[in-house]
């Protein structure tokens, strides 16, 4: 077993956050990127497991399942994820004039409008004269609250790829084999062998009373 701080929802977290980094100087997401991608993942393991090994966890298994769990799992979903992500804010995420001061002083302006039609109009129950000005001086922040909506959008599938990470971290540990648990313990064969005698003559005596 490894510490929480080296479990594949941990891997999986920072690298994601160093792909983060990178994302938006990736202009193309070919070969050459996942290579790259590739590289700092790579050097962050290889990091990491240097660390853990100082630590007196020695888990040579451990870590090459984590780097087939990159390698086949979180490389090919998070390129998916920053491509489409790099996309749509090329295009601003579809804001008009990319919310420049000319779509801001708008918004200000609908949103002066849209007040004042709404103390207007006698059947909607709003007479507070004061919300034609407040939607004026909120209507420059709708671009603003625009984007962060849809770099959360972008951040929550990243936390979903990490999520399910950590699912498969928990699986392969429920059922690792008792050899690589006695590995990370560093409890030699000798020693797992007596205890396995000691634990079967235990169950017989128990049985025989």
């Avoid at 648990?181 to 079967?200: F, K, P, Q």
Wanted: proline share 5%; hydrophobic share 45%; charged share 30%.
């Amino acid at each position: 077993m490894v510490p929480a701080k080296y479990g594949l929802a941990a891997i999986g977290s920072h690298l994601v956050s160093l792909f983060e980094v990178r994302r938006p100087a990736i202009a193309r997401f070919d070969e050459e990127a996942r290579s790259l991608l590739q590289r700092e993942a790579e050097e962050a393991l290889e990091q990491m497991e240097k660390q853990c090994c100082e630590l007196g966890i020695d888990v040579p298994r451990h870590w090459k399942r984590a780097r087939e769990v990159v390698k086949s799992v979180l490389l090919p979903r998070y390129l998916a994820l920053a491509k489409a992500e790099n996309a749509a804010a090329a295009n601003d995420y579809g804001l008009w004039r990319g919310g420049d001061l000319i779509a801001r002083g708008a918004f200000a302006l609908f949103g002066l409008v849209l007040g004042a039609l709404l103390v207007w109009i006698p059947w909607i129950p709003i007479y507070e004269k004061w919300v034609p000005w407040a939607l004026f001086v909120l209507g420059p922040f709708l671009p603003d609250a625009y984007l962060w909506w849809y770099r959360r959008k972008h951040e929550k599938k990243l936390e979903k790829l990490v999520e399910d990470l950590a699912r498969e971290g928990e699986t392969l540990d429920a059922y690792r084999p008792l050899s690589e648990v006695h590995e990370a313990l560093g409890i030699g064969s000798e020693e797992a062998g007596t205890a396995r005698d000691a634990e079967s003559g235990a169950a017989s005596r128990v049985r025989s009373r």
